[in-house]
């Protein structure tokens, strides 16, 4: 047998006695490592229940905020994001500056993953100055996808974040004020179909 033929048996020989071994320790693995009928726990495999945030919804949130802002006479960027961070809908205003579009996603996901209003963190009323520069340095480390700028803001019902709703192309607080007055909106809007 050729040198080379010798290496290929040798190689395939450990093949085979690793297979083996692998086998046999799964064949006297524990039943709750492996699968089987009973769960090794108690606990639900699932959520049942869960409200999501379809088009329709995002699609009002959307008219809405078009809405408000062109009550302020300002033109926006609107993003609205599910409960995960992905997009559902987006619509920039004629005359919004296209550069803000991102930012409007960005406020929309970090609204929606992190379950809160974007902005400066307050603690005490008072922002904190180093929490924040942590915070905007996470946001370039995260390549852009989280920001502590206002307007965003998370889409709740029935105590469940179902996604997010980003407004970016006035002020901080315009974009806040518009993104709150879409999502109020929607919880309008769904009050009469319950």
Not at 51 to 68: D, F, H, T, Y
Request: glycine share 12%; proline share 4%.
């Amino acid at each position: 047998m050729s040198s080379k033929n010798q290496t290929i048996e040798r190689s395939m020989s450990s093949f085979r006695l690793i297979f083996s071994i692998a086998l046999v320790g799964l064949s006297t693995a524990s039943p709750q490592l492996i699968g089987d009928d009973h769960p090794a726990t108690d606990q639900p495999l699932i959520n049942r229940g869960r409200i999501q945030l379809n088009l329709a919804g995002a699609e009002a949130i959307i008219a809405a905020a078009k809405q408000k802002a062109s009550a302020l006479k300002a033109k926006m960027n609107i993003a609205v994001v599910d409960d995960g961070g992905q997009m559902l809908a987006f619509a920039r205003m004629d005359g919004a500056r296209p550069a803000s579009a991102a930012t409007a996603l960005t406020k929309a996901v970090s609204a929606a993953t992190f379950r809160q209003e974007t902005g400066p963190l307050r603690t005490k009323g008072e922002p904190d100055v180093l929490l924040n520069l942590s915070l905007q340095n996470a946001a370039a480390s995260s390549g852009g996808k989280i920001t502590a700028l206002k307007g965003g803001v998370p889409i709740v019902v029935e105590g469940q974040v179902i996604g997010g709703v980003g407004i970016a192309g006035g002020t901080g607080e315009q974009d806040t004020e518009v993104a709150k007055s879409a999502y109020q909106s929607l919880l309008a809007a769904l009050g009469g179909r319950k």
